[in-house]
């Protein structure tokens, strides 16, 4: 209730203010107003460059970041991970007859 209360008295006490300073006031909104249209366009051309890069199918910048790899490097990886699962296991076995 005391949120309410101390809200309601904010809201009443900005509006007053509106009231009493709307010449500053609708200055200091109409050069805010630019400020948040170059920064909000630039968040969005940002954002949307991001979208449209992914997209893009560029087989060598995605090789490069190791997203697409080889046929023979996805074996020799998947070989890899066989044999350390192996050794676990058998760590694992002999640590459980210990």
């Known amino acids: 209730m005391k949120v309410f209360?101390?809200?309601?008295a904010a809201a009443f006490l900005g509006l007053i203010g509106v009231i009493a300073f709307s010449g500053q006031f609708f200055n200091l909104i109409a050069g805010a107003i630019p400020l948040v249209l170059l920064l909000g366009g630039a968040m969005?051309?940002?954002l949307g460059y991001d979208e449209?890069?992914?997209k893009l199918p560029?087989?060598?910048n995605?090789?490069?970041e190791g997203e697409?790899?080889?046929e023979a490097g996805v074996k020799e990886?998947?070989?890899k991970y066989r044999q350390e699962v192996e050794r676990l296991k058998a760590e694992l076995e002999k640590a459980k007859s210990a």
Request: no cysteine; net charge negative.
């Open 5 to 8: 209360v101390g809200g309601v």
């Open 44 to 46: 969005a051309a940002y």
């Open 52 to 54: 449209v890069k992914e």
């Open 58 to 60: 560029f087989p060598k």
């Open 62 to 64: 995605r090789e490069a």
């Open 68 to 70: 697409v790899g080889s």
């Open 77 to 79: 990886e998947a070989e």
